[in-house]
């Protein structure tokens, strides 16, 4: 036995100074076993080395289930997970440094491809929690599993990455970066366990991409931290990909220390599992509150199931890291063709008092909700300028289908909101909202005495062939001392009043 192994460690010698073969670096060649039991990542970090050496090329796991912890990829390096290959996340710590399964970093044109596997091991480094039965407790782990940082012209594509221990891929002031044909899968009560984090990076690009985990699926931020300026998000499109999780689908913020501008996410599906413990908070959430500023986004022909809330706007005054807090701006954003039923939270666009949303359209929106409030709760909604911004933070809203309040320029056309389980809120609050354009409303539902649109001290609007269900009683109701220059044109009716003046409303607040 002992002749065995020291010839085999003697052959593995050999190998650490094996040549590439026309740009090819098989790990085999470099002592790689492949075995699931081996540490593999001293042989595959020799075949990357080897390849940097000589110009760059593709280091190749063959089929095999290739242990590791971390590997540190170079310039002009793909490494290429073949199928029926599997790079498996060691168990222990220790075998972590940087605490990364696949560290890109420095680097330019590097890739990960080939249609393998990476298996990320995040069983190892959870444990049930007593006090709370949805989620699951960690111990110190590796995370993210692949983390692509200060890099230019990476390629993430054509893998499985399965059980990460917390994010999955995660974008840190890089340019020029693709992720295509990625499946992603983690534990659905896994703390942390984030698909795409998109970081302070530019010029991304990511598609047809399949996400499912514990945290948001595909999120943008912009943190603070120390000793740095903090960097923006620009130019980034999400397309084609299938989204679920147990917290957002897709988010910019929380953090938001520095801005966002010129983001599109179109064609995507947003659904809950049949065994997930909850829906995902929201399928699409808009948030700034630390500062910075969201110029610039649009999302198109999403459609999505059972999820908590389709649409979350927020304008808040967290400021995370600041000495002295201030609200950033959040303006410029387009939200069209979207389809979502089984809702169970409120839409909601909120800004603050003398920082409003600015210039929010929705168009082609078409939800229906869950439904079944049977209480009108008033308007004295709580500001939370502070509070960590989540589409259930103001609890129940006074409206069943779209609540905004401090918007300017807030567009809304061919809006379509309805609800399963009877419901006596009005359809739309708009508290505060100026220079507001509604056209095409229409719903099927209504309930009870609440007109279908409550405006609250709110004007300069203009409302324009909604279409109502027989036995409403009003199309708007407006109240408020501040509200004027509303006006409504057209629009089928079916009996129902065009206007009441409600509490404090000014009569004159409504012309023809």
């Known amino acids: 036995m002992r002749i065995r192994h020291l010839a085999f460690a003697l052959i593995s010698c050999s190998l650490c100074h094996a040549a590439p073969r026309d740009g090819v ?82 680097v330019e044109n590097a890739a990960v491809d080939g249609g393998g596997r990476i298996h990320a091991s995040g069983d190892a480094w959870r444990r049930d929690r007593s006090d709370h039965p949805y989620l699951l407790g960690l111990r110190p782990r590796p995370s993210p ?66 996400i499912e985990g514990g945290d948001d699926a595909i999120v943008l931020k912009t943190p603070r931290r120390a000793g740095a300026e903090p960097r923006p998000v620009e130019n980034v499109t999400i397309t084609n990909c299938v989204m679920t999780s147990t917290s957002n689908c897709f988010k910019i913020g929380t953090e938001s220390a520095s801005d966002f501008k010129n983001i599109a996410i179109t064609n995507c599906v947003m659904y809950k599992l049949p065994h997930a413990f909850r829906a995902p908070i929201s399928g699409i959430a808009i948030e700034s509150v630390d500062g910075g500023t969201i110029d610039g986004l649009v999302a198109s022909s999403i459609t999505m199931r059972d999820v ?153 609007a203009l409302i324009h062939g909604a279409r109502v269900p027989a036995g409403t009683k009003a199309l708007v109701e407006v109240t408020g001392s501040e509200s004027r220059d509303i006006r409504i044109h057209g629009g089928l009716l079916r009996g129902a009043r065009p206007v009441i003046h409600g509490p404090e409303a000014p009569a004159p607040a409504v012309g023809p």
Not at 63 to 71: A, D, E, L, P, R
Not at 447 to 452: M, R
């Open 308 to 460: 908590g809330t389709p649409i979350f706007i927020r304008l808040g005054n967290r400021g995370r890291g600041m000495e002295t807090p201030r609200p950033g701006e959040l303006r410029n954003v387009s939200i069209s063709n979207v389809v979502a039923t089984g809702s169970l939270i409120t839409s909601s666009v909120t800004g603050l008092p003398g920082h409003r949303v600015r210039r929010v359209s929705l168009d082609n929106i078409n939800i229906s909700m869950k439904g079944g409030e049977r209480e009108q709760p008033g308007l004295d909604v709580p500001e939370l300028a502070d509070h960590y911004p989540e589409a259930w933070m103001f609890g129940t809203l006074p409206a069943h289908g779209l609540y905004a309040r401090h918007a300017e320029g807030l567009t809304l056309r061919n809006v379509q909101l309805h609800w399963e389980a009877e419901d006596v809120r009005p359809a739309m609050v708009l508290d505060d909202v100026w220079g507001l354009t509604v056209d095409g409303f229409q719903t099927e539902t209504a309930a009870g005495d609440a007109a279908l649109i409550r405006m609250h001290n709110a004007g300069e």
């Open 145 to 210: 599993t692949v983390e692509i940082a200060d890099s230019k012209g990476v390629r993430v594509e054509n893998v499985g990455i399965r059980e990460t221990p917390g994010w999955g891929i995660h974008l840190l002031r890089s340019d020029e970066v693709v992720i295509r044909g990625v499946s992603l899968i983690s534990h659905l009560r896994g703390p942390n366990t984030d698909g795409i984090d998109i970081d302070s990076s530019r010029n991304v690009r990511v598609a047809d991409c399949y």
């Open 25 to 106: 670096c098989n790990v085999m060649e470099f002592g790689a076993a492949a075995d699931g039991a081996t540490n593999d990542a001293p042989a595959i970090q020799r075949a990357i080395e080897a390849c940097a050496k000589a110009g760059g090329g593709v280091v190749l796991l063959p089929v095999g289930n290739f242990v590791s912890g971390s590997i540190e990829l170079r310039s002009n390096i793909t490494l290429r997970i073949l199928p029926g290959a599997t790079l498996t996340g060691s168990r222990r710590l220790e075998d972590y440094s940087p605490p990364h399964l696949i560290n890109i970093k420095g």
